[in-house]
């Protein structure tokens, strides 16, 4: 069986490839490691001597992996488990399954927690109103059992080890044993290492009193009934959040996504390029860790964690002005303008007087990127404020007072409705225009009210340039778009 398509359907499988992939001090995990790592060495080497003698390397340790994966039970599993079984654990300190962890509250709490299973159809965001099925975690009382609670933890058939020996079944031990003796010894002592309590308050757990009043009571501290609540942190419900945000935000697809933002063009700075797929981000989120540099000390899951948990954003929404569209002036880029463009065209202009012929001012590469960073900047502000434009419904240009160029209006109303429009549209060069106006507009900024510098023809045409490329990405997920409404339509 190759190595893509190995199968865990035994607790054999399963444990064996806990060693092999979870236990660094184990020799199957190191000899996987050593397998890996020249895998990684053969794809890049291209020395054909060297190239031969690493394959041969792979080859034999990759004999020992499987000779390993075969003896591992009768041997260093077998030493482990038996390691593991004579572990005191005293009774109120043992390990257990749990949503909700008390050391999360407080990091010298002992091992406490909560298990929340049962389901509810609350419409606020709970462990229990959560569809999918949660992932437990395990609490221990020393971060040196954190290996033992990932024992305990590994799952077959929605079945933790934890929970089989608290129901008395030792079956997953069935490969590792040498005898009955050995067997009954590891069944009494596991017992010892786990156990279910009642659900009850602690010394360090932070207590909320809530009293109950009735509506329509009046209220009197006295003879007054109150609540005892115990806010715990829900470890399972932020493994979800965790796991998924990390999947959405730095998953394989994403990876890409972020290589064609930050992908180089044909010059040395870097310039976005089209990727079909969304840029997925979550703005001004925090960071909370836990456990410090001893995450294990709080908790399985938040270990695997490295003991970080996401904080989304609960500010107000900022005040933002209503959206105009631009139909009393003939120039898009008359309506242009923020902070953010005037420090860029500020940097970009003091930069020009420094060298007015244009030559200069590019000839060595490394000004050549300070002026197409300053520019990327500005064509990125420009391409937003064209999007957000774009958002309004289709057809806000039809009007009888409408000032704004036709050209405008194709790039700023793309999907309207009106055929002669985009017949027109699909007929005109006006991403030419648009170019034409975007370096009119900028020559104007930069020569400024004192006039000090002189736009060049050459000044011009490098604009446009510039534009030229960020311009068609931009509206080439539009276009395909268009096309797709336009077949769909016939």
Not at 358 to 368: A, C, E, Q
Request: with cysteine.
């Amino acid at each position: 069986m190759s190595e893509e398509t190995r199968k865990l359907e035994t607790w054999k499988d399963v444990i064996v490839d806990f060693f092999e992939n979870r236990v660094a001090a184990s020799k199957l995990y190191k000899a996987r490691e050593y397998v890996e790592k020249k895998e990684i060495e053969i794809e890049s080497e291209k020395d054909p001597k060297k190239l031969e003698k690493q394959k041969k390397a792979k080859e034999k340790k990759q004999l020992e992996l499987e000779k390993l994966r075969r003896d591992a039970p009768s041997t260093e599993i077998r030493k482990w488990i038996e390691k593991i079984a004579d572990t005191n654990i005293a009774n109120g300190k043992r390990i257990i399954k749990a949503s909700h962890v008390l050391k999360f509250s407080h990091g010298s709490s002992a091992s406490d927690g909560f298990l929340v299973s049962e389901k509810s159809n609350d419409t606020l965001l709970t462990t229990s109103s959560f569809k999918k099925d949660l992932t437990y975690d395990l609490a221990h009382n020393n971060g040196a059992l954190i290996t033992i609670s990932r024992f305990l933890a590994l799952k077959l058939l929605d079945k933790m080890i934890i929970d089989l020996i608290l129901e008395g079944d030792f079956n997953f031990l069935a490969p590792f044993y040498k005898d009955e003796k050995q067997l009954n010894h590891w069944k009494d002592r596991f017992k010892n290492l786990v156990e279910q309590r009642e659900i009850k308050t602690a010394e360090k757990a932070k207590q909320i009193y809530f009293p109950l009043i009735q509506s329509d009571s009046q209220i009197a501290l006295k003879g007054l009934n109150y609540h005892l609540v115990v806010p715990l942190f829900s470890s399972s419900l932020a493994e979800d959040v965790y796991t998924t945000l990390t999947d959405l935000k730095y998953g394989k697809d994403q990876k890409e996504v972020r290589a064609c933002k930050k992908e180089k063009g044909n010059g040395e700075s870097k310039r976005p390029t089209f990727h079909r797929s969304p840029y997925i981000d979550f703005p001004n989120m925090g960071m909370h860790t836990f456990g410090g540099a001893q995450p294990q000390n709080i908790s399985m899951l938040n270990k695997n964690r490295g003991g970080k948990c996401f904080l989304f954003s609960a500010q107000p929404p900022t005040w933002q002005s209503q959206l105009d569209p631009p139909i009393y002036r003939k120039s898009l880029f008359d309506y242009f303008s923020n902070s953010t463009i005037n420090t860029e065209l500020d940097y970009l202009r003091d930069f020009l007087l420094r060298f007015k012929q244009l030559d200069l001012s590019i000839k060595d590469p490394k000004r050549m990127r300070h002026l197409e960073r300053w520019m990327n900047t500005i064509i990125d502000e420009f391409l937003f404020y064209a999007g957000t434009i774009q958002n309004l419904p289709p057809g806000w240009s039809d009007r009888e007072d409408i000032r704004l160029k036709k050209e405008h209006q194709y790039l700023l109303d793309p999907y309207h409705k009106d055929e002669a429009f985009q017949s027109a549209r699909h007929g005109s060069d006006w991403q030419a225009v648009i170019r034409a106006d975007f370096a009119m507009w900028l020559n104007r900024r930069l020569r400024g009210k004192d006039k000090q510098f002189t736009p060049l023809k050459e000044h011009t045409h490098l604009w446009k340039k510039l534009l030229e490329i960020p311009l068609r990405e931009f509206m080439e997920s539009i276009e395909i778009e268009l096309k797709q409404q336009a077949r769909e339509s016939v």
